[in-house]
């Protein structure tokens, strides 16, 4: 598997979860795929990632404002905006923003794919499933392919779960970020920061209202 970035593979999940059957409560027939919109659920959903400086100190952040939508023609688009990231240090976090990942031109990272509406033949109220995904993820205006695995949980008849089954490895040379880096570094004095940062994420989705 590549390392690239995140978060963004709940997309192509969900689109998976989108094509699964539609019988409300039992477990669907594979015959009928689940069909309608849907969104994020944003008070249930979190992404989180971690960064390693001085090749010892370990630290997790995150970002507040997530938003995604999956039609129900398949196509789905997943987003970050970047001038959410919370560090817990103000200053590294104007600094990243500003530095890193440069929001007055790159204000989001997206995620879009399409996939075949049979993908997922059924999937129950509490059942999980393990779905390997394909997307395009954009960052600072660079489009790279996603490939992981994602387990999908269909945790109400309107509601799904997507989550990493394990951390994304984010590589900051894929994305054009590694001069943005080396700033930061240099700003904070740091000896190091490392360029692979695991992200990992839970996300809900719910079907919208016809």
Request: glycine share 6%; hydrophobic share 45%.
């Given at each position: 598997?590549?390392r690239i970035?995140?978060?963004?593979?709940?997309?192509?999940?969900?689109?998976?979860?989108?094509?699964?059957?539609?019988?409300?409560?039992?477990?669907?027939?594979?015959?009928?795929?689940?069909?309608?919109?849907?969104?994020?659920?944003?008070?249930?959903?979190?992404l989180?990632?971690?960064?390693?400086?001085?090749?010892?100190?370990?630290?997790?952040?995150?970002?507040d404002?997530?938003?995604?939508?999956?039609?129900?023609?398949?196509?789905?688009?997943?987003?970050?905006?970047?001038?959410?990231?919370?560090?817990?240090?103000d200053?590294?976090?104007?600094?990243?923003?500003?530095?890193?990942?440069?929001?007055?031109?790159?204000?989001?990272?997206?995620?879009?794919?399409?996939?075949?509406?049979?993908?997922?033949?059924s999937?129950?109220?509490?059942?999980?499933?393990?779905?390997?995904?394909?997307?395009?993820?954009?960052l600072?205006?660079?489009?790279?392919?996603?490939?992981?695995?994602?387990?999908?949980?269909?945790?109400?008849?309107?509601?799904?779960?997507?989550?990493?089954?394990?951390?994304?490895?984010?590589?900051?040379?894929?994305?054009?970020?590694?001069?943005?880096?080396?700033?930061?570094?240099?700003?904070?004095?740091?000896?190091?920061?490392?360029?692979?940062?695991?992200?990992?994420?839970?996300?809900?989705f719910?079907?919208?209202?016809?």
């Amino acid at each position: 598997m590549r390392r690239i970035p995140l978060v963004l593979t709940a997309c192509a999940a969900l689109m998976g979860v989108a094509s699964t059957t539609a019988s409300w409560g039992t477990a669907p027939s594979a015959s009928a795929p689940l069909a309608g919109d849907w969104a994020l659920e944003k008070p249930a959903s979190h992404l989180s990632f971690v960064t390693i400086k001085a090749g010892q100190v370990v630290e997790a952040h995150r970002f507040d404002t997530l938003s995604g939508t999956v039609g129900a023609d398949g196509k789905a688009r997943f987003a970050i905006a970047l001038g959410s990231v919370k560090t817990g240090v103000d200053i590294r976090d104007q600094r990243m923003r500003d530095i890193l990942f440069q929001i007055s031109q790159f204000p989001e990272a997206t995620v879009t794919t399409q996939l075949d509406p049979a993908k997922l033949a059924s999937l129950a109220v509490g059942q999980q499933v393990t779905l390997p995904v394909t997307a395009t993820l954009s960052l600072h205006g660079q489009d790279a392919p996603i490939e992981t695995d994602l387990a999908v949980t269909r945790i109400a008849a309107d509601k799904v779960q997507v989550a990493t089954i394990s951390p994304i490895i984010v590589d900051a040379g894929s994305f054009a970020l590694t001069e943005g880096l080396a700033k930061l570094q240099e700003l904070a004095g740091l000896p190091s920061i490392t360029e692979q940062v695991p992200v990992s994420f839970s996300l809900v989705f719910d079907k919208t209202a016809k």
